[in-house]
């Protein structure tokens, strides 16, 4: 499948579960799967140069941005047909100087938790570069429908200029009882706390999102389609969200063999990630790299969501995912079907004035490969939570973050040094500049511990602790 072909795809939504993959390679085999075990810059800016509101983290709901159910409508101002006028189409750039120590990093194929790297001696190094640019496109076909196109470069992710997210919002009046929203093309699910809904999916408060958004953002990508009902009892509101898509198959490959990463490089449609040393039994069967979007078991996966938003300044959402996958599938490139299933809580919750917290946490697991005596190749569980914590001083705004995760390896061809536990803590601040700039600086700290890093890359230790300081400036034009 073409790329044009991929974007009308996923814009006018094609049948999600019936058509052949994205990928280049056919599947091999799919054998029967395994049984089931167990969120133009006015103040402020929220992405590689997306801006938000001047609080956006009063506006970010458990699941998303305000309303996250509902897909905002773009542009806002008419109901008329608007395809190319300049309210549709924003250019968004980033510009980022950036100081790390550390070992190899994930972009290079090494165990490194971060984007950026130290020198060859894991002391600090240093690089000021471009490293996203973005094109999106916002056009409106009716009042109640519009769409969301966005491609992007990043810089060590292909180094080409591919397709983040093609998608159709509608959102028909909402002044009923029950108020229905839907989305249908390539999209990211409603989960991440940290990132804007449409544009070039941004984190809104800090450069680097958690460990679990990292993850979200490489691989649970989906091209499928999503309904939301709203309603009011009282004061509550409440809302469920149902989807079902595909070409998500080989979501739980990083976690599993690389681990968890605190990144903001996103999967793209034709894009795909390095894979770090695999141990001699892994390498002779799967490539050394992990597709972003493809289809190996023509299996549709679902997710379901449910939100309550009381009276009172908080709202909860509850999120649960099973790409259904067949790991027992794969194509003539060794890339392998996954079975990833994970629950996803979100609370948010207004403080004090002008201050937000936001708590996310998700546990799951991942299998691949045939089973050995009973036991899958690999069996990862997996889990992290984060409690981030921001406040605004006027067009200003100060985060910080305290996260921990893990895995834990089951398979038979995985042995334990698989398994990996880390912590990770970051401050940052939100700087505009004027309607078209801001800067945000962070400081991250990401302490972890894998036994790979001993066996299969040769390093003296399985612990490392990595330091990153970064200057993004990032700009909407």
Not at 60 to 68: D, I, L, R, T
Not at 169 to 180: A, C, E, I, K, W
């Amino acid at each position: 499948m073409t790329r044009t072909s991929l974007a009308v795809v996923a814009l006018l939504g094609a049948a999600v579960c019936a058509s052949p993959g994205l990928a280049e390679d056919p599947p091999v085999t799919v054998s029967p799967s395994v049984p089931a075990s167990t969120l133009a810059p006015p103040s402020v800016t929220v992405s590689p140069a997306e801006p938000a509101s001047a609080s956006p983290s009063v506006t970010v709901s458990p699941s998303g941005p305000a309303s996250a159910s509902a897909p905002p409508p773009a542009p806002a101002d008419t109901g008329s047909l608007d395809l190319f006028s300049k309210d549709t189409i924003s250019v968004l750039l980033d510009w980022r100087l950036a100081v790390a120590n550390g070992a190899q990093s994930f972009v290079d194929g090494g165990f490194g938790k971060t984007r950026f790297q130290g020198n060859g001696n894991g002391g600090y190094s240093a690089i000021f570069a471009p490293v996203e640019a973005d094109v999106v496109w916002n056009p409106r076909f009716t009042e109640s429908l519009s769409a969301n196109v966005s491609a992007a470069w990043q810089r060590g992710h292909d180094d080409g200029f591919d397709l983040l997210e093609a998608f159709l919002n509608y959102l028909p009046d909402q002044s009923g009882t029950v108020r229905v929203a839907g989305r249908m093309g390539l999209m990211w699910p409603e989960i991440s706390l940290e990132h804007s809904t449409g544009g070039a999916w941004s984190v809104v408060n800090t450069i680097t999102p958690s460990a679990i958004n990292s993850w979200i953002g490489e691989e649970v990508k989906v091209l499928g389609a999503e309904i939301s009902l709203h309603s009011s009892l009282g004061p509550h509101d409440f809302g469920v969200t149902g989807g079902v898509f595909g070409w998500n198959d080989t979501s739980g490959t990083l976690l599993s063999y690389r681990g968890w990463a605190l990144q903001d490089i996103k999967s793209t449609a034709f894009g795909n990630f390095r894979l770090p040393p695999l141990n001699p039994f892994i390498t002779q069967l799967q490539q050394n790299q992990t597709d972003n979007t493809i289809e190996i078991d023509h299996q549709p996966g679902w997710y379901a969501r449910a939100d309550w938003h009381p009276p009172w300044p908080f709202g909860v959402a509850l999120f649960y995912y099973d790409n259904r996958g067949d790991p027992e599938a794969f194509t003539a490139a060794d890339q392998w079907g996954w079975r990833t299933r994970f629950w996803n809580l979100g609370i948010d919750a207004d403080v004090a004035p002008n201050t937000k917290v936001l708590m996310q946490g998700m546990t799951g697991s991942t299998i691949m490969g045939f089973p050995l005596n009973g036991t899958p190749w690999v069996h990862t569980d997996f889990r992290s939570a984060f409690v981030l914590a921001v406040h605004d001083f006027g067009p200003l705004a100060l985060t910080g973050r305290i996260e921990g995760f893990q895995t834990r390896e089951h398979g038979s061809e995985m042995p334990p040094d698989n398994d990996e536990d880390g912590w990770a803590a970051t401050v940052a601040t939100r700087i505009p500049i004027d309607q078209h700039f801001t800067v945000f600086v962070e400081a991250l700290n990401v302490n972890s511990r894998r036994g790979t890093r001993v066996d299969l890359e040769g390093l003296a230790s399985p612990f490392e602790s990595q330091t990153v300081f970064q200057i993004a400036l990032r700009a909407k034009l």
